[in-house]
Nanobody, 124 residues
């Protein structure tokens, strides 16, 4: 079992930056690929970024490339999402997820554990 707790969300203005954190507890963190997803009001959950167990491989949704950076610190059992130049369209609940594999994927169904989410609101 893996428990995930997100933090770092909040209310910011367009153009600002935020760094989300996701602390994991449970089994060996490096054995899990991690992902970030988000869900805006009235919309389906969508993929944001993923990182392999070692941290060497990352993948981003096209619309987030260049603005968002996913990283992890396996010594701290934490994965991060650095978000820059935020826009109101980035407003959503952001979820951290862990997959019982070191390989990355964009499919939400492939992730076994989910955090409770953290709200990000970007005002114009």
């Amino acid at each position: 079992q893996v428990q995930l707790v997100e933090s770092g969300g909040g209310l910011v203005q367009a153009g600002d930056s935020l760094r989300l954190s996701c602390a994991a507890s449970g089994r060996t963190f490096s054995n899990y690929a991690m992902g970030w997803f988000r869900q805006a009001p009235g919309k389906e959950r969508e993929f944001v970024a993923s990182i392999s167990g070692s941290g060497r491989n990352t993948y981003y949704a096209d619309s987030r490339k260049g603005r968002f950076t996913i990283s992890r610190d396996n010594a701290k059992n934490t994965v991060y999402l650095q978000m820059n130049n935020l826009t109101p369209e980035d407003t959503a609940v952001y979820y951290c997820a862990a997959r019982s594999s070191v390989q990355i994927t964009t499919r939400s169904s492939a992730y076994n554990y989910w955090g409770q989410g953290t709200q990000v609101t970007v005002s114009s």
